[in-house]
């Protein structure tokens, strides 16, 4: 009886363990698609690195554009059933990693004119990136996770209208995650509005390129001032703390990887809506090893 007690204890002392880490556990989300030296959409999701990829970016849509591609070097144009990022996309999501299509950017011509013009741009992805059919998918038939939403010019309006109609699809039977990744200053000034449809799953708010609410020479006070703001005011089911990858990657914000393990992360860990930390983005985190080196704390 002491033995099958001692086992036992044991044993449920072991399942607390792995509870209690399971929620303080994070996941790591990367930019992939805007540089040809960065290497394949597989060999990524091969690194083991990562839980998230969203290929960026489809930086033309809405107002009566034709939408389009951009990925760089990866494919110029990015034509009909690209057979390589089908299998890659298929091969990533083997792994559990979920893929998502991040629409927008920091260059790029597309805004919403109307919430007819946000329910058409939801038609088109959904029959040409997700759960529909089209005979002009860029990705051939793979079937990505879901839309990110990276808005960063253009105007505020009807952003809410596309994430509406985009999860109205999770209706037909598979989920169709959204992300997004807003700057830190508090609303968000182009998806603001979109977030509080509380439609979103994963927020990976941008610390970075905006000196008021990010990381600066070992003080880390403004940017937990912002992520407890984000935390408490955005409905979403996880919230990640964005970051450059290496120094190179932004102006300003990039954090020292003593810092983000010691001040940082416990600083903000605690959140049941901490989700983890996204990088901008693959190339930078191929030069620098970022991922790799945060991976165990994140």
């Known amino acids: 009886m002491a033995i099958k007690s001692a086992i036992s204890l044991a044993f449920i002392s072991s399942v607390i363990l792995v509870l209690v880490s399971g929620i303080e556990a994070g996941g790591i989300a990367i930019y992939w698609g805007q540089n040809g030296n960065e290497g394949t959409l597989a060999d990524t999701c091969a690194t083991g690195s990562y839980d998230f990829v969203n290929i960026a970016f489809l930086p033309t849509f809405g107002n009566d554009q034709t939408p389009m591609i951009d990925l760089a070097d990866h494919c110029d144009p990015c034509s009909n059933r690209n057979t390589n990022l089908s299998s890659d996309i298929k091969s990533c999501q083997a792994k559990g990693i979920k893929v998502m299509l991040s629409i927008g950017g920091g260059a790029g011509s597309y805004y919403l004119s109307s919430s007819n013009d946000a329910r058409q741009v939801a038609t088109y992805l959904w029959n040409n990136f997700l759960g529909g059919q089209s005979a002009s998918r860029p990705f051939g038939d793979a079937v990505?996770?879901?839309?990110?939403?990276?808005?960063?010019?253009?105007?505020?309006?009807?952003?809410?209208?596309?994430?509406?109609?985009?999860?109205?699809?999770?209706?037909?039977?598979?989920?169709?995650y959204l992300t997004a990744a807003p700057q830190c200053p508090f609303p968000d000034a182009w998806v603001g509005g979109a977030l509080k449809t509380g439609l979103f799953d994963y927020v990976w708010v941008q610390f970075y390129n905006n000196p008021p609410c990010q990381y600066a020479d070992g003080d880390i006070?403004?940017?937990?001032?912002?992520?407890?703001?984000?935390?408490?005011?955005?409905?979403?089911?996880k919230i990640f703390l964005g970051l450059p990858a290496s120094p190179e990657a932004a102006s300003s914000g990039f954090i020292p990887v003593s810092d983000l393990t010691s001040k940082v992360l416990p600083a903000i860990k605690g959140s049941a809506k901490y989700g983890g930390v996204m990088l901008w983005s693959k190339y930078y985190d191929d030069q620098s090893g970022y991922s790799s080196a945060i991976k165990n704390y994140v």
């Open 144 to 176: 990505l996770d879901g839309i990110d939403f990276d808005i960063e010019v253009g105007t505020k309006r009807h952003w809410d209208d596309l994430a509406r109609y985009l999860s109205g699809y999770s209706k037909r039977g598979t989920k169709v």
């Open 221 to 237: 006070a403004n940017l937990e001032n912002a992520w407890k703001q984000w935390i408490a005011d955005v409905p979403a089911t």
